[in-house]
């Protein structure tokens, strides 16, 4: 997963640490989302992964005061915090598809961002672990795929 995290920072001009706390989110919302035989078989093709969504945060979204409205950290931290707050709202693919965008903006990725660094996620992945294995996560997870293609 370092390679992909190098290759995000180059290209996208992220930090490392919001590449992989990004990138850390984004596989945790792939192990909840998709059967625990597709994800073993994912997480096995992908060096460093369990280590990294370890290593991310419990929750990619800003943390939340007492009166438990979200804290922002910077424009990517208040954007993650709107996206996730109208990701409820809306509900259904929409809402899951503004959720993805929420979690990486509350990472630190922005708005602009998101779908390239989706798209370079995908492509990574199925370099790694093959079109066939990514091909059935993306179908249980079709706002990942259709933000990818929307960069």
């Given at each position: 997963?370092?390679?992909?995290?190098?290759?995000?920072?180059?290209?996208?001009?992220?930090?490392?640490?919001?590449?992989?706390?990004?990138?850390?989110?984004?596989?945790?919302?792939?192990?909840?989302?998709?059967?625990?035989?597709?994800?073993?078989?994912l997480?096995?093709?992908?060096?460093?992964?369990?280590?990294?969504?370890?290593?991310?945060?419990?929750?990619?979204?800003?943390?939340?005061?007492?009166?438990?409205?979200?804290?922002?950290?910077?424009?990517?931290?208040?954007?993650?915090?709107?996206?996730?707050?109208?990701?409820?709202?809306?509900?259904?693919?929409?809402?899951?598809?503004?959720?993805?965008t929420?979690?990486?903006?509350?990472?630190?990725?922005?708005?602009?961002?998101?779908?390239?660094?989706?798209?370079?996620?995908?492509?990574?992945?199925?370099?790694?672990a093959?079109?066939?294995?990514?091909?059935?996560?993306?179908?249980?997870i079709?706002?990942?795929?259709?933000?990818?293609?929307?960069?």
């Amino acid at each position: 997963m370092e390679e992909f995290i190098q290759m995000v920072t180059s290209r996208l001009g992220l930090g490392a640490s919001t590449a992989r706390s990004a990138t850390g989110g984004l596989l945790t919302m792939i192990r909840d989302r998709v059967g625990t035989k597709d994800f073993s078989e994912l997480a096995e093709k992908l060096p460093g992964a369990e280590e990294m969504m370890r290593q991310a945060p419990a929750q990619t979204a800003p943390p939340e005061k007492a009166t438990g409205a979200p804290e922002p950290s910077g424009a990517a931290g208040l954007l993650g915090g709107l996206m996730s707050k109208a990701a409820s709202a809306a509900g259904g693919p929409l809402g899951s598809a503004m959720s993805l965008t929420g979690l990486l903006g509350g990472a630190g990725v922005g708005l602009g961002q998101a779908g390239s660094f989706v798209t370079m996620f995908v492509e990574f992945v199925k370099g790694k672990a093959g079109a066939g294995l990514v091909d059935r996560v993306l179908g249980q997870i079709p706002e990942l795929g259709k933000l990818a293609r929307a960069s």
